[in-house]
């Protein structure tokens, strides 16, 4: 709990220090409140630290701190409403052009009086748990010099690939005889991998599926990850999802059977359940009649991981192979890979006696060795080393999983800053084997005020949260599932052992629960995610925690209108429900709300009140068929995200530049209306990774191009340019103009031009030193109908693809002539 409550002061140190040197706070008369406030925060904060030795022993330091986290959270309620004041102000301001009198109709005195004795009343809260800390025996600790909220280096090492495997070619080799062997006769016969928790089962089918030899047996494969959600409907359905990459919008089961049986008619299959934790026999049978009805070739099998002996005997497995630890060879090889790559550790003597006698505490569990193996990575002195082989953790658990789970604390424990460790924890509000993208979780750990916007540094809060993410994954905390040469990892995951940790260390701040079953009306859960199972329906969450900070709701069923209603201190909404089609009007009134995704909804218009939502930082949509009108009041807003293929060519954002902070903006369509020329993008300076723009042929000149100012937009990665190709008399001199007029910054590592009418590239795609597009490693050139000559680009260093499609008129690849048109 000191480290929950601890996260809470630092989120409101961040937002009193602002806010007390604004204009407002001195207009107001609360400049001297707020500064007292924050005064009496960072007593708290010195305070908190003593508690955390104590807590375990006394039951009042317990009470104490559960106490202090409630007046936290209504400091950070009591700020985020000054601020949303302030950021109304702002708006106001914009839309007379002048500067706004604070004490005109629409900032009535009562306002400022209500705000005043709030600041005052959360300033006596804080006063009595002074008092109350004296009582109890606590006293201010010395707050170390740096900050907690910051780490010394930045971890932005070459992540080590999960996929590398050490020691297992021999059990691969077995399990894939298992796999191909036609003796079993049963049909369709269970072949299971066994282990523990962090032993590599997962990793081994996976590598086992890539087999040569498995790829040219079957005709299929199928991937379920089961965990401890066992119902026959979901498991059909996800067989679905994995064949077609699209779940059925149906629950009866036969109908499911029936649309396998038409999908695996004829072919032989492999089906991987992986994770399962089902000891019901007859809930088996259930599921293994299903899957003999859906039939397949002969030679169909299915491949099953889990950690119990009792599952394999429950599906009545007929071939077993249990997974075993590495040897001492193999766990020193996987270790030292990590512990001493690029970067880390100097490979000395000392630390190579110290690492082989700490990798003995790790019992050859590939996760644990992983883990201490990344954690080591970064401590460069024996000392150090020597440190956490004496540490405590180790003697808390002498079986192998609970020594993994030591190691796991070890590692969350050695993160670099308390920061890190609650983004780590808010990790959690996602349900396990859940793939998360990167960039949803950096913008989240945002809205929860995990990461300082720290005013006047040279980075952005994304920056800092991207170090933040690659710190876990280095910890092997996080585990990468998706990357590419543009733009990195893109996706990650976390181990079940992980998962429960993070829990763990969220201190019951966060809360994974079914069917919206929230038993207790208990103030320390913030964060909540809620399960729906097919064929409930969600109106209210009964004990909804009264200042929630987040809530992820995932299934079908889920009326929001009652539940929006209770839930108006949210900062972060994820609605991941197919069948809701509506945004409640109430959505205006959440004005904490920092991140809103709705983009697995079939919502497709917004209602006009969430341009009430000023601090709002993202919102995710799947498709919008029109955008309030006064969408520009958004002012906080940094990423916009919706679907690339419904995507109308038409102008869906005039005014869009007065939305200064935008960095994430994935299509722009330039036309003549107001508003929705190209020099919108002017001062939408912080664009950032992927931008296409289309309706270039409404651009007429190199000025009107120019004013995009795309070559200094240095993070854009990915650039799109298209024009329409239904309008063919463009002037060839204008068209070229405006083409050199669109000369991105030298960062770009991907660029694609659809549809260019004019007769010649600019010269910043053509020039032999390529200073533009030394970093270029995707091009694709399509529909160029006018152009005689593609540019050289042998000489472009970092180039890995080159697409070329529809150069009908192309007589000549830089110097090489007489080349055929491509097509």
Same mark, same amino acid.
Not at 237 to 259: F, I, Y
Not at 348 to 367: A, E, M, S
Not at 563 to 587: G, K
Not at 739 to 748: A, D, R, S
């Given at each position: 709990?000191?480290?929950?409550?601890? #996260?809470?002061?630092?989120?409101?140190?961040?937002?009193?220090?602002?806010?007390? $040197?604004?204009?407002?706070?001195? =207009?107001?008369?609360?400049?001297?409140?707020?500064?007292?406030?924050?005064?009496?925060?960072?007593?708290?904060?010195?305070?908190?630290?003593?508690?955390?030795?104590?807590?375990?022993?006394?039951? $009042?330091?317990?009470?104490?701190?559960?106490?202090?986290?409630?007046?936290?959270?209504?400091?950070?309620?009591?700020?985020?409403?000054?601020?949303?004041?302030?950021?109304?102000?702002?708006?106001?301001?914009?839309?007379?052009?002048?500067?706004?009198?604070?004490? /005109?109709?629409?900032?009535?005195?009562?306002?400022?009086?209500?705000?005043?004795?709030?600041?005052?009343?959360?300033?006596?809260?804080?006063?009595?748990?002074?008092?109350?800390?004296?009582?109890?025996?606590?006293?201010?600790?010395?707050?170390?010099?740096?900050?907690?909220?910051?780490?010394? !280096?930045?971890?932005?090492?070459?992540?080590?690939?999960?996929?590398?495997?050490?020691?297992?070619?021999?059990?691969?080799?077995?399990?894939?005889?298992?796999?191909?062997?036609?003796?079993?006769?049963?049909?369709?016969? =269970?072949?299971?991998?066994?282990?523990?928790?962090?032993?590599?089962?997962?990793?081994?089918?996976?590598?086992?599926?890539?087999?040569?030899?498995?790829?040219?047996?079957?005709?299929?494969?199928?991937?379920?990850?089961?965990?401890?959600?066992?119902?026959?409907?979901?498991?059909?359905?996800?067989?679905?999802?994995?064949?077609?990459?699209?779940?059925? !919008?149906?629950?009866?089961?036969?109908?499911?059977?029936?649309?396998?049986?038409?999908?695996?008619?004829?072919?032989?299959?492999?089906?991987?359940?992986?994770?399962?934790?089902?000891?019901?026999?007859?809930?088996?049978?259930?599921?293994?009649?299903?899957?003999?009805? @859906?039939?397949?070739?002969? +030679?169909?099998?299915?491949?099953?991981?889990?950690?119990?002996?009792?599952?394999?005997?429950?599906?009545?497995? #007929?071939?077993?192979?249990?997974?075993?630890?590495?040897?001492?060879?193999?766990?020193?090889?996987?270790?030292?890979?990590?512990?001493?790559?690029?970067?880390?550790?100097?490979?000395?003597?000392?630390?190579?006696?110290?690492?082989?006698?700490?990798?003995?505490?790790?019992?050859?569990?590939?996760?644990?060795?992983?883990?201490?193996?990344?954690?080591?990575?970064?401590?460069?002195?024996?000392?150090?080393?020597?440190?956490?082989?004496?540490?405590?953790?180790?003697?808390?658990?002498?079986?192998?999983?609970?020594?993994?789970?030591?190691?796991?604390?070890? /590692?969350?424990?050695?993160?670099?800053?308390? /920061?890190?460790?609650?983004?780590?924890?808010?990790?959690?509000?996602?349900?396990?084997?859940?793939?998360?993208?990167?960039?949803?979780?950096?913008?989240?750990?945002?809205?929860?005020?995990?990461?300082?916007?720290?005013?006047?540094?040279?980075?952005?809060?994304?920056?800092?949260?991207?170090?933040?993410?690659?710190?876990?994954?280095?910890? #092997?905390?996080?585990?990468?599932?998706?990357?590419?040469? @543009?733009? +990195?990892?893109?996706?990650?995951?976390?181990? !079940?052992?992980?998962?429960?940790?993070?829990?763990?260390?969220?201190?019951?701040?966060?809360?994974?629960?079914?069917?919206?079953?929230?038993?207790?009306?208990?103030?320390?859960?913030?964060?909540?995610?809620?399960?729906?199972?097919?064929?409930?329906?969600?109106?209210?969450?009964?004990?909804?925690?009264?200042?929630?900070?987040?809530?992820?709701? =995932?299934?079908?069923?889920?009326?929001?209108?009652?539940?929006?209603?209770?839930?108006?201190?949210?900062?972060?909404?994820?609605?991941?429900?197919?069948?809701?089609?509506?945004?409640?009007? $109430?959505?205006?009134?959440?004005?904490?709300?920092?991140?809103?995704?709705?983009?697995?909804?079939?919502?497709?218009?917004?209602?006009?009140?969430?341009?009430?939502?000023?601090?709002?930082?993202?919102?995710?949509?799947?498709?919008?068929?029109?955008?309030?009108?006064?969408?520009?009041?958004?002012?906080?807003?940094?990423?916009?995200?919706? #679907?690339?293929?419904?995507?109308?060519?038409?102008?869906?954002?005039? +005014?869009?530049?007065?939305?200064?902070?935008?960095?994430?903006?994935?299509?722009?369509? =330039?036309?003549?209306?107001?508003?929705?020329?190209?020099?919108?993008?002017?001062?939408?300076?912080?664009?950032?990774?992927?931008?296409?723009?289309?309706?270039?042929?409404?651009?007429?000149?190199?000025? /009107?191009? $120019?004013?995009?100012?795309?070559?200094?937009?240095?993070?854009?990665?990915?650039?799109?340019?298209?024009?329409?190709?239904?309008?063919?008399?463009?002037?060839?001199?204008?068209?070229?103009?405006?083409?050199?007029?669109?000369?991105?910054?030298?960062?770009?590592?991907?660029?694609?031009?659809?549809?260019?009418?004019?007769?010649?590239?600019?010269?910043?795609?053509?020039?032999?030193?390529?200073?533009?597009?030394?970093?270029?490693?995707?091009?694709?050139?399509?529909?160029?109908?006018?152009?005689?000559?593609?540019?050289?680009?042998?000489?472009?260093?970092?180039?890995?693809?080159?697409?070329?499609?529809?150069?009908?008129?192309?007589?000549?690849?830089?110097?090489?002539?007489?080349?055929?048109?491509?097509?």
């Amino acid at each position: 709990m000191p480290e929950a409550v601890l #996260s809470f002061v630092i989120v409101i140190l961040n937002k009193i220090l602002p806010l007390a $040197a604004h204009e407002v706070s001195r =207009v107001w008369a609360v400049k001297k409140d707020l500064e007292k406030l924050a005064e009496e925060v960072q007593m708290m904060e010195a305070l908190i630290l003593d508690a955390e030795g104590k807590q375990s022993t006394s039951k $009042a330091v317990q009470l104490w701190l559960k106490r202090l986290q409630s007046i936290a959270r209504d400091a950070e309620i009591v700020l985020d409403d000054f601020g949303y004041e302030v950021l109304r102000q702002k708006v106001e301001n914009r839309k007379r052009d002048k500067v706004r009198n604070f004490f /005109s109709s629409s900032n009535p005195i009562s306002f400022r009086l209500e705000m005043a004795n709030k600041i005052k009343n959360v300033s006596a809260s804080l006063e009595e748990a002074y008092r109350r800390a004296n009582q109890i025996g606590l006293h201010p600790v010395q707050l170390p010099m740096t900050s907690a909220d910051h780490k010394e !280096d930045r971890w932005t090492d070459p992540f080590v690939e999960e996929s590398e495997m050490v020691g297992r070619e021999v059990e691969i080799s077995q399990v894939v005889s298992m796999l191909i062997s036609s003796d079993y006769k049963k049909d369709l016969p =269970v072949i299971s991998i066994v282990g523990m928790g962090g032993q590599g089962k997962t990793t081994l089918a996976q590598l086992v599926l890539k087999n040569d030899s498995v790829v040219k047996h079957f005709d299929e494969t199928i991937w379920v990850c089961v965990s401890d959600d066992f119902k026959v409907e979901r498991l059909l359905n996800e067989m679905l999802q994995s064949l077609k990459g699209k779940s059925a !919008d149906t629950t009866n089961r036969e109908t499911l059977v029936k649309e396998l049986q038409d999908n695996l008619k004829g072919k032989r299959y492999l089906l991987v359940l992986d994770d399962i934790w089902n000891e019901n026999r007859q809930k088996w049978n259930g599921m293994r009649r299903r899957l003999l009805a @859906i039939g397949g070739a002969p +030679g169909s099998k299915i491949l099953v991981t889990t950690r119990s002996d009792e599952v394999a005997s429950a599906m009545q497995t #007929s071939g077993l192979h249990h997974l075993d630890i590495l040897s001492d060879d193999h766990s020193w090889m996987l270790f030292e890979k990590l512990a001493f790559a690029d970067g880390g550790a100097r490979k000395t003597q000392d630390l190579v006696d110290i690492g082989r006698r700490i990798l003995k505490k790790c019992g050859g569990v590939p996760l644990a060795i992983k883990v201490i193996g990344g954690l080591l990575y970064s401590k460069k002195d024996a000392s150090e080393w020597l440190k956490l082989e004496k540490s405590e953790i180790w003697n808390e658990s002498a079986n192998n999983e609970g020594g993994v789970i030591s190691v796991l604390m070890l /590692s969350c424990e050695n993160l670099p800053s308390l /920061s890190v460790e609650q983004c780590f924890a808010s990790c959690s509000i996602f349900p396990k084997d859940t793939d998360m993208e990167k960039q949803s979780l950096i913008q989240i750990w945002m809205a929860q005020g995990l990461i300082n916007d720290a005013k006047g540094g040279h980075l952005q809060m994304e920056d800092v949260g991207s170090d933040y993410f690659n710190i876990l994954l280095r910890s #092997s905390l996080l585990q990468a599932t998706s990357e590419n040469s @543009i733009n +990195g990892i893109k996706r990650c995951r976390m181990h !079940d052992l992980v998962h429960d940790l993070s829990l763990q260390v969220s201190n019951n701040c966060f809360l994974n629960t079914e069917d919206g079953m929230v038993v207790s009306h208990d103030d320390e859960v913030m964060h909540l995610t809620i399960i729906l199972s097919r064929g409930m329906v969600l109106k209210k969450i009964e004990g909804i925690p009264p200042n929630l900070q987040t809530l992820h709701l =995932v299934g079908r069923g889920i009326v929001l209108e009652d539940i929006l209603e209770t839930s108006r201190y949210l900062c972060v909404l994820i609605v991941n429900c197919r069948d809701v089609a509506h945004l409640p009007n $109430a959505v205006g009134n959440m004005k904490h709300l920092r991140y809103l995704d709705i983009c697995k909804t079939r919502i497709i218009t917004l209602p006009d009140s969430i341009t009430k939502l000023y601090n709002l930082m993202t919102l995710k949509v799947v498709y919008l068929k029109e955008i309030p009108k006064k969408f520009s009041n958004l002012i906080n807003l940094r990423h916009f995200e919706y #679907s690339e293929f419904l995507l109308e060519i038409r102008c869906l954002f005039p +005014g869009i530049g007065q939305l200064a902070n935008l960095q994430t903006l994935p299509h722009f369509v =330039v036309s003549q209306d107001k508003g929705c020329q190209l020099e919108e993008l002017e001062h939408l300076r912080n664009l950032r990774d992927k931008l296409e723009i289309f309706g270039l042929e409404n651009v007429s000149s190199f000025e /009107s191009a $120019a004013k995009a100012k795309l070559s200094e937009k240095s993070s854009i990665q990915d650039l799109r340019l298209s024009w329409n190709d239904r309008k063919e008399d463009c002037d060839d001199n204008n068209i070229n103009s405006v083409m050199e007029g669109l000369q991105p910054h030298p960062n770009l590592k991907s660029l694609a031009i659809n549809g260019f009418k004019g007769s010649r590239f600019p010269s910043w795609m053509v020039a032999k030193d390529h200073l533009i597009l030394r970093n270029l490693v995707r091009l694709r050139l399509e529909k160029l109908g006018k152009c005689e000559q593609v540019p050289p680009l042998g000489n472009l260093p970092c180039l890995e693809s080159l697409v070329m499609f529809s150069l009908h008129n192309v007589k000549r690849i830089g110097a090489v002539t007489g080349v055929e048109p491509v097509q």
